[in-house]
């Protein structure tokens, strides 16, 4: 059982479409991180969020982390094919030292022309 | 900038080879980290290390070996290869604190027969 649970495992839709991908837990993290991962590359970090109740946002995509700092959400705005990845979701609980973050499996994200 | 580099990138070995892995990263980065990444498991530390002549076992230590001997590298050792070991593995770092994401390598492609 993964401690970050990430759904939906696989999202496709169109160029324009926005999405909307979670990351639940029923533990406590004292920070989150987003990452992307395209084919036969490693993961590249887009944000870390720390605080409950934030709210970041890149370019069209905007990050939340929950109230009580077990969820967070990532929404895509007018995606494009370019927002086509793995997108991870990552984590340190707030009884782990800092070196051990959990990784979610991840949610793949297709975006067609 | 060079990041994170892992060498080598794909290799193939049989059951019962042995092989290390190696890690460099030019950042100056205190934590290093070695995960593997397997379809619908996401990914799963192995082994980290906080600075340079320590290292920590992670979720799945088994099987590998670890050594930390200057603060840049970092080697992955499979003493006895299995099949189960067939996964790709990444190689990441960090800054020590709070808020620091990880900076990941393009992974090693491991198949064992």
């Known amino acids: 059982t993964q401690l970050l649970e990430q759904s939906p495992q696989f999202l496709s839709i169109q160029e324009g479409e926005n999405l909307t991908v979670y990351c639940n837990s029923s533990?406590?993290?004292?920070?989150l991180q987003w990452y992307r991962q395209e084919p036969g590359e490693g993961p590249v970090l887009l944000v870390t969020?720390?605080?409950?109740?934030e709210v970041k946002k890149l370019k069209r995509l905007t990050f939340q982390f929950g109230d009580a700092r077990k969820d967070s959400s990532l929404h895509i705005t007018a995606a494009q094919p370019g927002d086509t990845g793995l997108y991870l979701c990552?984590?340190?609980?707030?009884?782990?030292?800092?070196?051990?973050?959990?990784f979610g499996a991840g949610t793949q994200v297709v975006v067609t022309p | 900038n060079a990041g994170v580099t892992q060498t080598p990138k794909f290799r193939v070995l049989k059951t019962g080879q042995s092989m290390t892995l190696l890690c460099a990263q030019d950042?100056?980065?205190?934590?290093m980290y070695w995960y593997r990444q397997d379809p619908g498991m996401g990914l799963r530390l192995i082994h980290y290390?906080?600075?340079?002549?320590?290292?920590a076992k992670g979720e799945v230590p088994d099987g590998y070996n670890v050594s930390r001997l200057k603060k840049q590298n970092f080697l992955l050792g499979l003493e006895s290869a299995a099949p189960s070991q067939t996964s790709v593995y990444f190689c990441?770092?960090?800054?020590?604190?709070?808020?620091?994401?990880?900076?990941f390598g393009s992974g090693t492609r491991l198949t064992v027969v």
């Open positions: 990441a770092s960090s800054s020590a604190g709070t808020g620091y994401g990880y900076t």
């Open positions: 533990s406590v993290f004292s920070s």
């Open positions: 969020v720390v605080t409950g109740g």
């Open positions: 990552a984590g340190v609980r707030a009884t782990d030292s800092w070196g051990k973050f959990q």
């Open positions: 950042m100056n980065h205190e934590y």
């Open positions: 290390s906080v600075g340079e002549g320590t290292t």
